[in-house]
Nanobody
Framework: QVQLVESGGGLVQAGGSLRLSCAAS????????????MGWFRQAPGKERELVAA????????DYADSVKGRFTISRDNAKTTVYLQMNSLKPEDTAVYYC?????????????????WGQGTQVTVSS
């Protein structure tokens, strides 16, 4: 069974930091996790889901939403089949449910329809 499980969300004051983790499990991931491009998305109440950051299978290529550039960093540990999102200098507008997603290819993808597996999400709330 394929599963993506996010963790690390919570309540933090503006200017603070959080580190989200996404643990991928299942036979397809355990064999060749580097074959899967990964992404972090978020969805705030009343808004559409948006890409936060994307990462190629090797980890060598990244893409970020303009709103998080310079503050967030996406990374992965293929040996641990885990993807991370380090979030610094958090702002109230970063408040959302954050989702981890995996694509069927090792490239880098910016649209949610390009991803095939999704986690259940983790809530991030930034207070002012």
């Amino acid at each position: 069974q394929v599963q993506l499980v996010e963790s690390g969300g919570g309540l933090v004051q503006a200017g603070g930091s959080l580190r989200l983790s996404c643990a991928a499990s299942g036979r397809i991931f355990s064999r060749t996790f580097s074959n899967y491009g990964m992404g972090w998305f978020r969805q705030a109440p009343g808004k559409e889901r948006e890409l936060v950051a994307a990462l190629s299978g090797s980890g060598g290529n990244t893409d970020y939403a303009d709103s998080v550039k310079g503050r967030f960093t996406i990374s992965r540990d293929n040996a641990k089949t885990t993807v991370y999102l380090q979030m610094n200098s958090l702002k109230p507008e970063d408040t959302a449910v954050y989702y981890c997603a995996a694509a069927w290819s090792s490239g880098i993808f910016s649209r949610d329809y390009q991803y095939h597996y999704w986690g259940q999400g983790t809530q991030v709330t930034v207070s002012s």
